[in-house]
Structures are given as structure tokens and as C-alpha cells.
């Protein structure tokens, strides 16, 4: 009611002004009916009506309601004081517009990753289910989650009722040819099942989803992305329904996905039916993990007892299967923490970060507050000896901090329009299935980060300066000096506080930063100097036996070893450093059965050409490389890696021993599986800052591998090789498209982006804090210098030496710091506990680290004392004595 | 000063609010007409304020308990007529009957005739 009245109130005082002319002039009439002239009759109509004026001013307060005239009155009075300091506001603002904009952009990407659910319909009844590991390693969860298998899907799916209806996906590859002469292009693209979309509930744009009897081998269906159907169809509607190219097959597009459908990640081109492309007995696979599965939960039941219905399914499969890597149990994830899964850490650790440097901010802003109330102490002073209440004053002052972070956080949420963009660009891991963009939620934080700032830099200075020793104000505002002592001793301990949380800030980027340089260096066991490495994949179609695939490849391997200054090519299906790609369990046949219940030895699985190992500088350690003529049907050979000796035989000589793949079949004989080793090799990371894993390679020219990765060796920088390559790779097949054209060192790069953008960002956060504090200390500082004017005016006037002066100064001001140093020790300790998770080849207390936050923190604070004290010791002792 | 002052408002608030919806009993009004029937009934003891007046006019009208219009005055001018409203006529009942229990009261302490009725 007040409200809608407070509203009103320039309608309602109009109308007033109607109804008292209306008044005036009844009682006129009224008047002159009683015989007064025209004149007499409106003078004493006026006259009994009274001050109009009054009686509008009196309606207009009775429609304003009291406490927010209050506040407009108090933000209007610290409006005025503010802008008459406006190098102090604009400051002000800026920090707080910085702080609480770089916790809000934190916040936007926190909510969008990780808290707000999936655009999908009732996307709280979803879930991803995976395989589930009791036995493995346990500490580390993601290793006791496996992806599942086809058929045990499908044996889920057929069995249990707990789940209203299940779908499954993996990830594919295809080479997007073209009729119309456009360059031929490798495509990332996914399989699902019929019902993925139904089942999640999107709608395509254009066309339809696949049907269920779409969803069968040998069928030629495919759906775009709307990233696909934009770029490369022009986003023309009449595409669906008509063909195109993948591996020189024609496919029909049936329907376009929704721009908004970036899920399981924006690289997605093209979705194809789950069991199109696979051959049946992939289908009946229990033992290929590579598939991810989506289940939505009946409203009925709940997740427990529908897991508690697959997980017995999924139970008695393993024991069907004791010697196939079948798991035990199922466990179930959410979507998006399962996209978030390896930027949840980080982010949440940057969120720290950031608020670290929002308290800071807050500290400083408080730290300027004390300083202008210290100035403005008087005037508080006199106002409540007037009678002015403490919490009016406290009010007022807490209005000042309210303005600067209320134009903090307009400016700061206008940051995280952008911001979040160019993070999530920065950030290539950031799942993008959500959109990253503000929301309300991200606004209703960073209004509240508003008020928690407002009220922590606000208080603390209201609350001294307001405090009850207004006759000492007054008397003491001749001789300054004595006054401040307690203003003074808050602002050193307001610095204290924030120079220890630099130091945590900065202990804690030293050891991410080092962490990451550890990485960055890290030995993967083969040479990764001056390599270039690019993908190509060979379509089934055109190269559709071991022959004709063998050819292509000897026939680019001759060609690319011709380059001159190219001292050596590998080609195999990945190179070390490139990600884990995949594993594959296997048995030794000279060993004895294994018991029940034993697990399986498992190693990553990888193919070589003979060159391979010689053109990365991977060492032999007994045995021989592959032949050239071990191909086809005399292929059965295999290299293993010395930790897959070390751990599966003890040591013991291998050459000659036979391991049994079940996984890997003999292409001619599908019921047999064994391999003869032939030779021992180095060991190899699959990614940078990884512990080795045992690995086994089988020969390239098996022929049967069609995505293959080729490296070359060069003198000088491999970037300018890369045409030359794509040239002969182009002379062979033109049509053939090649991917991922990269040096070795911009693999490790990237498969290191996570952890040099999170060291990147906690250290540019720290250095922040560090300018803030360092600000804070000079602040304070050349306040006490000016503060002490007369007093080392008297000192000196007494025969102090300037030196001594210096010194004084330079004491005191270091205070507050070797007091925020040690604090700030000591919070690192507990602190980087919680880092040690994330940190590479560092401990916690790395000494080098230590020493070097010690070092620049005592430098930045040691230069921040110097100019005040060095001004404190230049003063005129004539001038400092006259001062006041 | 301010402060007595404003107690007497605050005391003469309530009765003036109860004397404008009694007065508005007999059908519309315009401020001018209210005021002038005040101070006749009142046989010219009371002087309705134009300062108090117009302010509680607008608060009855905000608590629905009189509602407003646009009209013709008797002279033909153009004027604010005030309404009784169902709300208002439920306020005027109560206010009436605190305002009877109160002056028997306070003519029971006084010792007066008729306080004994």
C-alpha cells in the first residue's frame, strides 16, 4: 500500500493542487454570497484556507515512507562527500568493480559447470550410469568408474524396469567428403541410440531423430549439429532429406539438432545411430568399455532401488564372464558433474582465489575508510555532542561503503558479461553443454558478495570513528599524534590481515606455477623436440583391405622420410603424450590360469611401424623392433613395455612368450588371440605429469588400424614441414583429409591447459592482492609519516640524525608486514594441504617457493615503506614544528 | 514544542478521520462541503483545518474506506467528491462505538450527568 502511495505521490499532490483550487474558489463563491467584494472574498478564502504550500509538503511526507526517505536522504549526503574526494572514490570503485567482478565471473562459470542442471527436460531425473570397479586402485574414483560396455547395455536396458528408458553413446570419427568439390574434412562426430533424444527431451530443428528401425546395423542415417548445418550447409532447411558424404558413403540426414544442443561437448558434428556403423558382435561385446549411458528415472522409483536392479543384472554378467573385464557393480553420476569432472577442482580452487582477493579488496577499501574517517573526526565529533546518535552516524558511514560497492558490483556484473566468455574459450576442458552465461542466481550473488563487502569495509571504520571518546576528539585535535593510536593500530591490523592472505595467495600460484613447470618439463620417455604429428584417417570404403591400407602407408612413410632435414617418421595410432586412448586386457599363455576373482592385467594399447620407436627415440631394452614383412598373416607379433614386464612377469625374459588379447583378435583367425613378444622397450607417459602405464604395440601393418597418427623427426621447426607433408599426403589421396596438424610440444600444451590456466589465474589473482596489500601499506604509511609530522619535527629538533629517522619509519611500517608474512606462513601450511592433490613433482612447503614469496613480499613492502619514511626523514624540522 | 504539537494532531487524527465518514454518510462530498458541515454541526466550536483536511482525505482514500470522483460542484465547478465506502461504513460503526465507550468513560471519571446511562 505505502509503496504503490510513495509511487502515486506526484499524481496524488496534482491532485491536490486541483482540490484546493477547487476550495478556494467554493469558499470565494461563498464569500462573495455573504457580500464581500471579489477581492475581500479570495483574501479571506486564502486566508481560511492557510499555506497551501504546507498542506501539500504535509501530504507529500505522509506518501513518502520514512525509512526510505531516510535512505535517500544518507545515500544523497555520502553521494556529495564522496564525489568531493573523487580520486579516492574512483579508486574505491575500481577495486571493489575488480574484486567482485572476478568473483563473479568465477561464479557464473562455477554455476554454469557445475550447479545449474542440463537444458534438458526434468533433467533432475537424469543420470549417467557406469561400470563400476570395486577392486581398482581405490583413492582415486575415477578408476573405479568404467564406461560400459554394448552389451551389457543392452542386457541393462532388456532386464530391469527401474529406469523409464535408458540410451547409450560413444564418440566417432568421419571423413565428411563432398560432391561439390569442398575440402574434405574430418569430422568428430557421436553414435546414440534411437531414444537419446527422445529420452532427454530435445527436439531436433529440422527433420526428425532417428527411429528404432534406423537404430540397426547397415544403415546410412546421420543428424547434424547446428555448428555443422551453419558452417558447411548454410544453414539451409532443405538438407535434411537429402545425402551426404561420410568415408565416401552417401548417408541421409534425417534431421538438424537445436543450436543450444552442445551436449556431451561443442566438438560434436554429426550424431549417427548407435549400431549403424559397428558390427553385431561389437554390439554383443561385454568387454568393450567405451560407451556412455544415459538413464532417466521413473518418478515412481528410486534411484537406489533402480540401481539396485541393474547393479544385480550388471552382477551376474561378471560372473558369466570371470575372465573378461566385466565390473561387478553399476554406479550412477549426475550429467554435469560428470562434463565437469576434471574443472570442478580448479574452479572451486580459483573461487577461493578470488574471494581471498575480494577480502583483500574489502580490507583495503576498509583501510582507505579509517583514513578519511581519521580526517573527518572532528566533524564526528561535534555532531554528536549536538546530539547526533552513534547508529545515525554509523549509518552514514556505512552509506559511503554501500555507494562505492554498489558501483562495484553494477560495474563488476557488467564484467562477468564478458569475462566468463573469454575464460570459457581459454578453457578447453570447460564442458559448454550448459552455455556459460549470467543468470539470476549469478546476480543475486554478486548482490549479496555487495552487501558482505559493503558491510565488512563499511563497519569496521563507522565503528571507530564513531566511538564514545568524543571529548578527547575534540580536545586533542590540536596536538595530533595522541588521537590516532587506536585508528592506528586498526589499520595495521587490517593490513596484517591482508598481507597474510596475499602471503597464502601467493605461496599457493608459487607452488601451482611450479607444479605446472614441473609438468611442462616432464620426461614422457621419448624425444619431444622438433616433432610434428598429424592425423589421418583412412575411409573402410576406398582402403577395405590390410593390403591397400599397408600401401598408402609405406608408400607416405617412404615419401615423408625423402624430406630433406626430416631425420626420422613414426607412424602408429598415437604417439606418447597424446591422452590415454585406450587399453586392453590380456593373458599371458605360458602363465596358469588365473584364479577367480583375480584381476585381469590390462595394458595401453598401441601400433608401431618398425621405425617407430628409432624416429621418437624410444630405447630397446632386449629383443628386436618389428620387420617390415611382419604384416598380414604374419603380423602375430608384439613389442611390450618394460614396466608391463616388470609388473605381469616379474622380470622375468620374455622374448618368445606368447600374451593373449581376446580383444584384439587375429583379423584372419577371429578365434585366435596370441602374440608372440618379440622385443622390450622403453617406457612411455601417455600424457605429460602421468606415471607410465604398461604398454604393449602391435605392428601398424596389421593393416587393420585406419586412424593412424604419423610423427617426423626434424632439425628445425616442424611447423614448416607441415605443408610439405599435407602436399605428399595430397599427391596420394587428395581426397584424404588430415587432422590435428600439431608439434609434440603443442600436444603436451594442450593436454596441459587445464593446469597452466589455473596457475595462470590464481597467480594473476595473487599478484592483484599483492599490488592491493602493497597499496594498503603505502597508504598507511604516508598517513602515520604526515600523522608524526610534528613529532619528528621535535625529534630532529632534539638532534635526531635523519638515518634514524628512516629507520623509525622504515620499523614501523615493516611491522604490520613481518606480523602478515608470519600469519600468512602459517595459513600456507593448512592451506596448501588441500593443493597437494593438485600439485605435480612439488611438495606442499617447496623451499624454493617459500623463499622466493618471502623474498618479493619483504622487496614489495620493504619499497612501499621506503617513499613515506624517506619523505618523513626529509622534513624540514622548521616547517614539521610549525605544522599546526 | 514540535512535540506536543504533533500529539494533538495525532489525537485530533482519529476524530477528524471518524467526523469525515460520518459526515459523508449523507452521500458525497466534496473537502470543501466536509469541512463546512463540521464546523456547522459543530455549531462553529470545531474548525476543521485545511492543513489536516486534505491529508486525511487521502488517507481514507488509500485504506479504501472512502472512494474518490471527479465532479460537478452545486456552483457548477469543477471538484474531488468523496464517497463512503461498504469498508468504510464497517469503519464508522467501530469508530463510533470507541468513541461512545470513551466519552462515558471519560464522563464517569468527570463525574458528570449522563455518565451513569
Known sequence: ?884 | MGRTNSAETEMLKGTLDMMILRTLISGAAHGHTIAKIIERSSEDVLEVEQGSLYPALHRLEDRRWVSSYWGASENNRKAKFYRLTAEGRKQLVRETSRWRQMTRAISLVMGEEGGAQ
Open chain 1, 1 to 884: 500500500m505505502s509503496w504503490l502511495r510513495f509511487l502515486h505521490r506526484k499524481r496524488s499532490d496534482a491532485e491536490l493542487k486541483d482540490e484546493i483550487a477547487a476550495f478556494l474558489a467554493e469558499e470565494t463563491a461563498d464569500n462573495e454570497a455573504r457580500g464581500m467584494s471579489p477581492d475581500e472574498a479570495g483574501r479571506q478564502a486564502r486566508l481560511k484556507f492557510g499555506n497551501a504550500q504546507k498542506v501539500r509538503e504535509s501530504l507529500w511526507a505522509q506518501n513518502s515512507p520514512q525509512p526510505l526517505t531516510r535512505i535517500a536522504h544518507d545515500a544523497k549526503y555520502a553521494f556529495r562527500t564522496l564525489s568531493r574526494t573523487p580520486g579516492f572514490s574512483i579508486i574505491a570503485i575500481l577495486i571493489m568493480v575488480l574484486c567482485i567482478g572476478a568473483a563473479t565471473s568465477l561464479f557464473t562459470v562455477v554455476r554454469s559447470v557445475v550447479l545449474r542442471p542440463l537444458p534438458f527436460r526434468d533433467p533432475q531425473q537424469l543420470v549417467m550410469l557406469y561400470e563400476f570397479h570395486r577392486g581398482a586402485e581405490a583413492g582415486t574414483q575415477d578408476s573405479q568408474y568404467r564406461p560400459v560396455a554394448p552389451g551389457d547395455f543392452y542386457d541393462w536396458r532388456e532386464k530391469t524396469s527401474g529406469f523409464e528408458d535408458m540410451a547409450i553413446m560413444r564418440y566417432a570419427g568421419y571423413n565428411l567428403t563432398s560432391e561439390r568439390g569442398e575440402l574434405p574434412e574430418s569430422v568428430r562426430s557421436a553414435a546414440g541410440s534411437w531414444n537419446l533424444f527422445q529420452l532427454l527431451g530435445v527436439q531436433p530443428a529440422f527433420g526428425r531423430a532417428f527411429t528404432e528401425s534406423e537404430d540397426q546395423p547397415g544403415n546410412t542415417v546421420v543428424m547434424l549439429t547446428w555448428s555443422v548445418f551453419e558452417r558447411r550447409f548454410a544453414g539451409d532447411a532443405r538438407i535434411v532429406g537429402r545425402q551426404i558424404h561420410l568415408d565416401g558413403k552417401p548417408y541421409t540426414v534425417v534431421g538438424v539438432l537445436p543450436s543450444w544442443f552442445t551436449y556431451p561437448d561443442a566438438g560434436i558434428r554429426l550424431w549417427v545411430p548407435y549400431r549403424a556403423d559397428v558390427s553385431p558382435e561389437f554390439l554383443r561385446a561385454h568387454d568393450h568399455h567405451q560407451s556412455k549411458v544415459v538413464a532417466r528415472l521413473r518418478p515412481d522409483v528410486s534411484l537406489a532401488s533402480a540401481l539396485a536392479q541393474v547393479g544385480a543384472v550388471q552382477y551376474q554378467l561378471h560372473l558369466q564372464y570371470p575372465h573378461d573385464p566385466v565390473y561387478e557393480d553399476v554406479a550412477p553420476r549426475a550429467l554435469n558433474e560428470d562434463l565437469a569432472r576434471n574443472v570442478k577442482k580448479p574452479l572451486i580452487l580459483m573461487l577461493w582465489a578470488v574471494c581471498c582477493m575480494l577480502l583483500i579488496g574489502c580490507l583495503n577499501v576498509a583501510n582507505l575508510l579509517v583514513a578519511r574517517g581519521a580526517a573527518r573526526q572532528k566533524e564526528v565529533a561535534i555532531r554528536s555532542a549536538l546530539g547526533a546518535q552513534r547508529a545515525i552516524l554509523i549509518r552514514e558511514q556505512l552509506m559511503e561503503s554501500m555507494l562505492i560497492c554498489g558501483a562495484g558490483g553494477l560495474g563488476g556484473i557488467l564484467l562477468s558479461v564478458t569475462a566468463p566468455q573469454f575464460l570459457a574459450r581459454a578453457w578447453k576442458d570447460l564442458p559448454s553443454a550448459q552455455g556459460i552465461h549470467l543468470d539470476g542466481a549469478v546476480i543475486a550473488f554478486a548482490c549479496v558478495l555487495m552487501f558482505a563487502a559493503a558491510l565488512v569495509a563499511g563497519l569496521l571504520p563507522a565503528f571507530s570513528t564513531t566511538g564514545k571518546k568524543m571529548m578527547s576528539a575534540l580536545q586533542t585535535s590540536a596536538r595530533t599524534g595522541a588521537s590516532s593510536v587506536s585508528r592506528t593500530a586498526l589499520r595495521k591490523s587490517l593490513l596484517t590481515g591482508e598481507i597474510g592472505i596475499t602471503v597464502v595467495l601467493l605461496v599457493s600460484a608459487g607452488l601451482l606455477l611450479k607444479s605446472f613447470l614441473r609438468l611442462r618439463s616432464s620426461d614422457l620417455g621419448c624425444i619431444a623436440q622438433n616433432v610434428l604429428t598429424l592425423q589421418y584417417d583412412l575411409p573402410d570404403k576406398k582402403y577395405d583391405t590390410p593390403a591397400k591400407v599397408n600401401a598408402f602407408n609405406e608408400a607416405l612413410l617412404q615419401r615423408t622420410r625423402a624430406i630433406p632435414g626430416v631425420h626420422g617418421a613414426a607412424l602408429g595410432n598415437v604417439v606418447p603424450g597424446a591422452g590415454y586412448w585406450g587399453d586392453f586386457v590380456f593373458t599371458v599363455k605360458e602363465h596358469p590360469p588365473l584364479k577367480p576373482g583375480e584381476e585381469l592385467p590390462s595394458a595401453l594399447a598401441r601400433w608401431a611401424d618398425p621405425g617407430y620407436f628409432a624416429a621418437l627415440g624410444i630405447p630397446l631394452v632386449s629383443g628386436r623392433f618389428f620387420n617390415t614383412d611382419e604384416r598380414g598373416s604374419r603380423s602375430y607379433k608384439v613389442i611390450v613395455s618394460r614396466q608391463l614386464v616388470q609388473q605381469y612377469f616379474a622380470g622375468d625374459d620374455v622374448i618368445g612368450k606368447h600374451l593373449r588379447v581376446p580383444a584384439h583378435p587375429h583379423p584372419q583367425a577371429p578365434d585366435e588371440a596370441d602374440y608372440e613378444i618379440v622385443g622390450v622397450v622403453g617406457d612411455t607417459s601417455y600424457q605429460a605429469g602421468q606415471e607410465p602405464k604398461p604398454a604393449m604395440y602391435f605392428p601398424v601393418f596389421e593393416g587393420d588400424q585406419n586412424g593412424l597418427m604419423l610423427a617426423l623427426r626434424t632439425d628445425s621447426d616442424p611447423l614448416q614441414f607441415s605443408v610439405l607433408v599435407q602436399k605428399q599426403i595430397a599427391s596420394l589421396d587428395p581426397e584424404l583429409p588430415v587432422s590435428d596438424v600439431l608439434t609434440m610440444d603443442q600436444i603436451i600444451g594442450e593436454s596441459l591447459v587445464n593446469a597452466s590456466l589455473s596457475a595462470t589465474l590464481v597467480l594473476a589473482f595473487a599478484i592483484l592482492s599483492l599490488i592491493l596489500a602493497s597499496v594498503g601499506l603505502y597508504g598507511v604509511l604516508s598517513y602515520l609519516a604526515t600523522q608524526r609530522t610534528a613529532e619528528l619535527g621535535i625529534r630532529m629538533a632534539l638532534g635526531a640524525e635523519r638515518r634514524q629517522l628512516l629507520q623509525l619509519m622504515l620499523f614501523d611500517g615493516m611491522r604490520p608486514a613481518l606480523f602478515g608474512l608470519a600469519l600468512g606462513l602459517i595459513g600456507s601450511v593448512a592451506t596448501t594441504r588441500i593443493l597437494q592433490s593438485m600439485l605435480f613433482g612439488t611438495k606442499p612447503l617447496d623451499p624454493v617457493v617459500l623463499t622466493s614469496v618471502v623474498g618479493t613480499l619483504l622487496g614489495v613492502a620493504i619499497l612501499a615503506c621506503l617513499a613515506p619514511a624517506w619523505r618523513a626523514s626529509r622534513l624540514d624540522p622548521m616547517k614539521a614544528l610549525r605544522t599546526e
